[in-house]
């Protein structure tokens, strides 16, 4: 996942113009779907259609399926009206034994989670790792996004970061923490305010031996969530710090498997008892 790419037996078919281009994200996001017309409509024209919309549209999908047959040859028992459909009311795109990275992506993440629910770390830590090292940058960061992508864009996101979050609680209790602080470190800068990773990162400078850094951690993100939002650390960030400073391993205080209902949520990572 990153660019959007799409090949047919290793030839590639991604269009070179951005609406046609963006057409086929979209029905590549959700394949072997039915994707509206109207669909279409709000994604290349942000719900103003013109008053050609229905034969742009059909021209953006005649330059697809020739994209499709010049992939398939002259050998092929497919065409491309196979795979690129016309349904009633829209398109979709048949994969026919095929698939794609998000799919894949979603798979191994669901997989991997529940690996994670049922106490088994390295299953879990394997499966979204394997997953995760499907994005190869930002989505559709060629792609000129209208509100249906973007709204496919943030819920993938939101996939991987709750992907990533479990996938470092595995590692840590793993006793992985010594490779990870390369990761983390970034993490914790590349995402200044973001709560999750700078309680794993602070849970990782402690296992390491590096107490005072990761209390330095907990003042950074103290200062950067008053400067940036005007709000303290979240109870659970707090809580951490106050384990840190009792000399507790914090993952003693973390609940892996059935955590108390309405207390964890996977993209918040790691959650601390009430009573700690």
Known sequence: MGPVSAHIDGVRITPSAAKPCQVLALLALNPDRVVTKSALFDELWAGDPPASATNTLQTY??????????????????????ILATERGGYALRLHGGDTDVREFQQLTRVGAAAFEAGDLRGAST??????????GP??????????????????????????????????????????????????SENPINESFAAHYMICLYRSGQVRTALEEYQRIRGALADELGIEPAPR?????????????PLEQVTIVGPPAGRWSPARGLQLPAAV
Do not use: K, Y
């Not at 999908?61 to 196979?82: E, F, K, P, W």
């Not at 499966?127 to 190869?136: C, I, N, S, T």
């Open 61 to 82: 999908i005649h330059q697809l399926r020739r994209l499709i047959d010049r992939a398939l040859g002259t050998q092929a028992t497919l065409s491309a009206r196979d």
């Open 127 to 136: 499966l979204l790792g394997r997953g995760l090292a499907l994005w190869r």
């Open 139 to 188: 989505l559709l960061a060629d792609v000129q996004v209208g509100p249906m992508l973007a709204l496919d864009a943030l819920t993938l996101e939101d996939l991987r970061i709750a992907a990533l979050n479990r996938r470092i609680e595995a590692d840590l209790h793993l006793g992985r923490h010594h490779e990870m602080l390369a990761e983390l470190r970034a993490l914790a």
């Open 237 to 249: 960030l707090r809580r951490l710090q106050e384990v840190i400073l009792s000399g507790i391993d």
